[in-house]
C-alpha cells in the first residue's frame, strides 16, 4: 500500500510521498500542467521537491514530521499549495434532475439560474472536460458508479463529490487530489473495464456548454500534431528533477493517447455548436 501522509509546513504547503510508487505524483504534476494549459486556475498548483534532513535546507522545520511519518533522505515529493476553507460540495440541482440529456440553455429551469448558479455550471463545465481529459476515476466517475450500482438516479447531487471542495466564502471550485489523472487513469480506462470509460463519457456529454475561453484551449490543443509531447515538455520545463526519475517510452505510450481524448472532446462542444 503506498504511504499517503500529510502535513501542513511553516510555508503552508501540503507535502505527499507515494513511496516508489512515482505514478501518482506524475498523475498530480501533470494533470496540474495540463490543467494550466486549458486556462483552469482551479486546480492546485504542484511542484516537486527532494526530502532533505540536511539542517539547511527547505524541509528543515518539519524534519521531524518527516522522519515520524516514515519517509527517507532524498525521497521526491509533490507540493501543492494549502487553501483555507474549503468544504464539501455536491452537484448542482439542474444537472441531477438532467440526468438523461445534455445540459443546454433551453434546459428547463435554465432561463430561470442566476449570475451565480450560472458560473457554478461554467466551472462544472470545465471540470467535466478536465476530468475527461485525464480520464479521472476517483472524483465524478466513483459518484456516477455509486449511482448506477444503487439503481436510483434520484440520489444523485445528494451527497458530497469526492476530491472536490467548494471555498467557503468566496463559493469557487477548487478541483483536488488529481493523483489519479492521467496515468492511473489511462491505465484504468483503456484495460478493458468499459464502464469505467462508459461513466468517463457519460460525464462528459451531460453538458453542452462551454466557456469560450475553454473552447479555445481545447481547439488549440486539438489543432497540434501531439499535444502529449507538448504537454510532456511542458512539464520537463518546469520540473528538470522529473527527467531523472523516467521512464520516457512509457510516458510517452501513455500521453499518446492524450490527442485521440482532446479530439472527442472538441467534436463533442461541436457536435454542441449544432444544438443551439
Known sequence: MNRHVEFESGAAACARYRGANIVYILGEVFSYHLARLLGLRNVHPV??????FNSSSQWSTVVDEVQEAGWTDDS???LSLWVDDLGPTKIPKILSENQKSALTPSTPGFSQLNITQLMELAQYSDLFVFDYLTAHIDRLVIHREGVHSSGDESIYGQSPIHNLRRHQKEGGLWVVDNESGLFAGYSFVYSGKHKWQGFVEEILHSVCIF??????????????????????QTVYDAEPELVEKSDHAAWLNMLSRLKGRIEAVARWIADCQTRL
Open 76 to 78: 521526491l515529493a509533490s
Open 211 to 232: 466557456r469560450r475561453s475553454t473552447v479555445a484551449m481545447v481547439n488549440s490543443l486539438a489543432a497540434m500534431e501531439d499535444p502529449g509531447q507538448f504537454l510532456l
Open 47 to 52: 511542484v516537486l521537491s527532494r526530502v532533505s
